[in-house]
């Protein structure tokens, strides 16, 4: 495992301009077709359960040195809910809702709160769910301005093509002194596997995923302030080839035959081959995920805090990392 140390982004900074074409991956899908496709994902989407918990667990770690108790908190690209029930422990007295795109998704979300179903008494007696489930897509949140103190997102960013217009939606819907942490997939994820299409063919067949630089200098341009970046890298090892495939491809991470048309089964087994391949001395097959982590605030506008003689925020030591002043 491989741990970089955090890197943090300060103003001024330089601003970044991104378009459609310069998105991350050009080939991801518009919104109702990523609806669609997480539609489809949802009854194999838990075999990556494991992962989501790890990564997960390693965010909320993180949490430990953040002084925050939020209101409202919202799980952004929530899945199956594995993330509310983490966020419902930690701040029990808050509010907390989950966002998905997928309904299928939401629908499993829901089967596991356990007051969504509480049978006809706790129907009789008005008994509310735990979480508040809504479906939107990440760049445009079904919210109003400054709705959340919390916003957590756990490796959902990176499907969304066009990430420079997520990060300022998610700066509105927060409050001021509000907290946003996230995770998503790096550069380096699935490098292995892309190793093994390029034993095949020339083609593209893997997602490309966002330098965590890229991410946080969008955060900056975006009226976050004193965003945090790390990341790490996680092996995950499997016994067969054909298993390894069939997880990459549950959670999203295959392009889809393009005008191409389908490849044949002899390509099948030139992929399945190439992978076999690469066994280690173990004899399993390595599989790697570049894990970014970031986090950042939302402090009030500059008329309502200390500036600088050339009007740059200023952010007091003991600020960094703790609670939001009373409101």
Request: net charge positive.
């Amino acid at each position: 495992m491989l741990r970089r140390p955090p890197i943090r982004f300060s103003l001024p900074c330089p601003s970044v301009s991104l378009h459609a074409t310069d998105s991350p991956d050009a080939w991801l899908p518009p919104a109702r077709l990523t609806r669609l496709a997480f539609d489809r994902r949802s009854p194999r989407f838990g075999q990556l359960d494991f992962l989501l918990g790890e990564i997960g667990q390693r965010m909320q770690e993180r949490m430990e040195v953040v002084k925050l108790q939020p209101r409202r908190a919202l799980d952004i690209g929530c899945g199956h809910g594995q993330g509310l029930a983490g966020l419902r422990a930690r701040f029990p007295d808050a509010q907390i809702a989950g966002l998905d795109i997928s309904g299928a998704m939401l629908q499993q979300a829901g089967q596991r709160d356990p007051q969504r179903r509480p049978g006809w008494i706790g129907r009789l007696l008005g008994k509310r769910p735990m979480f508040d489930l809504v479906q939107g897509d990440l760049a445009t949140l079904p919210f109003g301005a400054a709705s959340f103190d919390l916003l957590w997102s756990n490796l959902a960013l990176h499907w969304h093509p066009e990430p420079h217009r997520v990060m300022p939606e998610w700066h509105r819907v927060t409050a001021d002194d509000g907290l946003v942490m996230f995770s998503l997939f790096g550069p380096d994820t699935l490098r292995e596997l892309r190793a093994a299409f390029a034993d095949v063919d020339l083609d593209a067949h893997t997602l490309r995923f966002v330098d965590m630089h890229d991410i946080g200098d969008m955060l900056v341009h975006s009226g976050w302030s004193t965003p945090v970046m790390d990341m790490e890298t996680l092996t995950v090892t499997y016994e067969s080839p054909e298993k390894l495939l069939q997880e990459v491809q549950a959670f999203g991470g295959l392009r889809q035959p393009g005008a191409r048309g389908l490849r044949g089964r002899r390509w099948h087994r030139a992929v399945l081959a190439a992978l076999d391949r690469q066994r280690n001395a173990d004899g399993v097959i390595p599989l790697t995920f570049e894990i970014v982590y970031g986090h950042a605030w939302k402090l009030p506008p500059r008329g309502k805090q200390a500036t600088d003689d050339q009007g740059h925020a200023i952010v007091p030591i003991d600020r960094i990392g703790r609670s939001p002043r009373p409101r």
